[in-house]
T-cell receptor, first 115, second 115 residues
């Protein structure tokens, strides 16, 4: 399968614990995006990378959130000291290039439940 | 600021009937507009996009959408619904000079198809 891969697919954690999600984009795509989707809502933009550079972060991304893409390939999204409000589906998507505006290829998401 | 409103969180049609999913947008500049579909347990998939060329856009699986600037609308239609069309549909907008994959999504419309 050469699509966008995310893991783990599901994560249940207790409030205050740290969690990390991984995203493997389509290999030739240099742009990688993280979105968050809560129940009954559409995805909300969190941050994006072009190669290894993080170019934009949403105000939704508090200091407890950090994202990396160290070698311009896979990316990780870490949430420290999780809160119940962090419960959501975290979506990763990749883009072939800037000219392919909006043509995102999404993974199946990582669902986080904070107890 | 840009925004998207999808009218109706749930739409139910009979198999073979017309599908009409409504989307209105707000944008200070002519936007790029998109429809994405999310089947159960799958990632979002691009159905079609409008990028200021033809106002009637054809997408995959027989769907099409028409950009109407005067009505600030981008409604999605399909002449004849099929059972396999049951899914959640998201309308999204981006600034044409924006960051490629940074989209603002509506809250989604769940389409049910009755036999």
């Amino acid at each position: 399968d050469t699509g966008v891969s995310q893991n783990p697919r599901h994560k249940i954690t207790k409030r205050g614990q740290n969690v990390t999600f991984r995203c493997d984009p389509i290999s030739e795509h240099n742009r990688l995006y993280w979105y968050r989707q809560t129940l009954g809502q559409g995805p909300e933009f969190l941050t994006y990378f072009q190669n290894e550079a993080q170019l934009e972060k949403s105000r939704l991304l508090s200091d407890r959130f950090s994202a990396e893409r160290p070698k311009g390939s896979f990316s990780t999204l870490e949430i420290q000291r999780t809160e119940q409000g962090d419960s959501a589906m975290y979506l990763c998507a990749s883009l072939p290039g800037e000219l392919a505006a909006g043509e995102l290829f999404f993974g199946e998401g990582s669902r986080l439940t904070v107890l | 600021a840009q925004s998207v409103t999808q009218l109706g969180s749930h739409v139910s049609v009979s198999e073979g009937a017309l599908v009409l999913l409504r989307c209105n947008y707000s944008s200070s500049v002519p936007p790029y507009l998109f429809w994405y579909v999310q089947y159960p347990n799958q990632g979002l998939q691009l159905l079609l996009k409008y990028t200021s060329a033809a106002t009637l856009v054809k997408g995959i699986n027989g769907f099409e959408a028409e950009f109407k600037k005067s009505e600030t609308s981008f409604h999605l239609t399909k002449p004849s619904a099929h059972m396999s069309d049951a899914a959640e549909y998201f309308c999204a907008v981006s600034h044409p000079l924006g960051r490629g994959g940074k989209l603002i999504f509506g809250q989604g419309t769940e389409l049910s198809v009755k036999p």
